[in-house]
């Protein structure tokens, strides 16, 4: 029997998973700094044409090898699947590929204002079938050679359908940190890797491999990000937990919320996930107008809406090629309930235990659940412009070196005009305490394997009241 559209999620992981999907093997340059996030010159990788499609639409993937070799591609869509995180959707081995080539392909030249942008010869044309559920696709790279290496492509397959809850992954950000080739995020300029705002500094494109990823706050995360931008450290968690809990889902890009603002209607709750720093004025008006119109809003994130972008226009004037940092003059709190405010560290520390928020958590005031907060944070001061708005959870933070801050972090909510609800969980690491995938990646020195139950009835509180539904048990 076919599932009916809300139990399309249920269905989809009720099919065999796998842990194929993880990385075991990633070349190492021993002449450059990996932390760095520099090209890995040996070894495999590659990039899409788009970082969202619909079923019947065609994704051209880019692939370079150096040395030359055949290679194997494997995509998988990623959710619970029993555990196992992942579901093969095709394989597509030498044979199927007709035995191509992936040869080396060249590190282009910097463009304006040191954008990167590969042109590099198209390897695999894919279309999307008509069957594919929406989600986040990971697609593994693999060499044949005895110098077998791996590597990620990634992208989200999007639909039409009404869904409860849209994800929207956090990619405009994994592009902003991207600094393949050596020192090309949006990050960097030419006197310093780590100047961001000044006028020099350069613009980053879409049209590459993302590098392992690299911020040093938190270190230590590679390499399972070869390729994968962001996702797999702070996004899949919550993916992972949402598809175990049998929510109706769909996914979107940060490219889908900045072209398709009437879309956004089609759900009840729009999730900003992990670290969802930079939007487009376009996104933020969109996400605005969907609020105004009933949607509610759960910013399981940190970091958020911090930095505006422009996006540049791409040589086919459709597909834009990369982004540009305008300033950071949103009024975020105005649409979060809280201000960004950049890195800072502390226990999340309940404020309004009376609120629903907390029914089932048992938390008192005062109760704190450890370093939830972290790396990055939404703090002080709160939007003023909404009457209903309530502080959950509040408290100093301190840098990441431990030493004290004048800064607090801020949990808030508020109702918006047509009793829907705005959460703002205020930190990056939220979705890390819900689940623990295989091949997790914890911060430095910080475990959250085990998550916290506070932490998952809290969501299951949040979403249940946007939704209007039974709260999963």
Not at 159 to 170: I, K, Y
Not at 176 to 198: C, E, F, I, K, V
Not at 225 to 233: K, Q, R, V
Not at 301 to 328: H, K
Request: some cysteine; charged content about 25%; proline content about 7%.
């Amino acid at each position: 029997m076919e599932a009916t559209p809300s139990d399309v999620i249920r269905a989809e992981n009720a099919k065999p998973g796998t842990t194929d999907w993880i990385l075991t093997k990633v070349t190492r340059d021993a002449d450059e700094p990996y932390a760095a996030g520099w090209r890995v010159r040996t070894g495999i990788q590659g990039y899409v044409s788009r970082p969202s499609v619909r079923p019947g639409q065609t994704l051209t993937i880019h692939v370079s090898a150096e040395p030359e070799d055949r290679f194997q591609l494997d995509i998988f869509r990623m959710g619970y699947y029993g555990g196992t995180g992942g579901r093969l959707v095709r394989r597509l081995s030498p044979l199927d590929l007709g035995h191509r080539i992936a040869t080396p392909q060249p590190t282009p030249a910097d463009g304006p204002n040191h954008l990167v942008e590969c042109r590099w010869e198209e390897t695999v044309r894919l279309e999307i079938p008509h069957d594919w559920v929406s989600g986040v696709y990971l697609g593994k790279l693999r060499t044949w050679r005895n110098s077998e290496s791996e590597a990620y492509i990634i992208f989200v397959v999007r639909d039409d359908r009404p869904a409860d809850v849209m994800f929207q992954v956090s990619d405009f950000t994994w592009t902003a940190y991207n600094r393949w080739p050596q020192w090309r995020s949006l990050y960097d300029t030419p006197t310093s890797p780590w100047d961001p705002g000044s006028e020099e500094a350069y613009d980053a494109g879409f049209f590459r491999p993302y590098a392992v990823y690299w911020n040093g706050i938190p270190a230590g995360f590679e390499p399972l990000t070869n390729g994968s931008g962001e996702f797999l450290m702070t996004e899949f968690p919550l993916a992972y937990w949402l598809e175990k809990e049998g929510y109706d889902l769909t996914y979107v890009s940060n490219l889908d919320t900045h072209e398709d603002g009437a879309g956004l209607l089609r759900s009840k709750a729009f999730l900003s996930v992990g670290h969802d720093e930079y939007w487009t004025r376009e996104m933020f008006g969109n996400v605005t107008a969907a609020r105004d119109a009933g949607v509610g809003l759960a910013f399981l994130s940190g970091n958020s809406v911090s930095g505006r972008i422009e996006l540049l226009p791409g040589a086919d004037g459709r597909s834009p090629r990369g982004m540009t940092l305008v300033d950071r003059g949103f009024d975020e709190a105005e649409l979060m309930g809280s201000t960004s405010r950049g890195v800072g560290l502390a226990d999340w520390t309940c404020v309004a235990p009376d609120h629903w928020v907390f029914d089932g958590t048992g938390m008192k005031h005062g109760d704190s659940i450890p370093h939830l907060v972290g790396w990055e944070y939404h703090g002080h001061p709160v939007a003023t412009g909404h009457d209903s708005i309530v502080v959950l959870a509040e408290g100093q933070v301190t840098s990441d070196v431990g030493e004290p801050s004048d800064r607090r972090y801020a949990a808030t909510l508020y109702t918006a005009a047509k009793g829907n609800y705005v959460f703002n969980a205020a930190t990056c690491w939220w979705c890390k305490l819900l689940s623990a995938p295989p091949a997790a990646m914890n911060p430095p020195y910080l475990d959250f394997g085990d998550g916290d139950d506070r932490v998952r009835r809290i969501t299951r509180n949040v979403l249940g009241r946007m939704i209007q539904a039974e709260i999963p048990r």
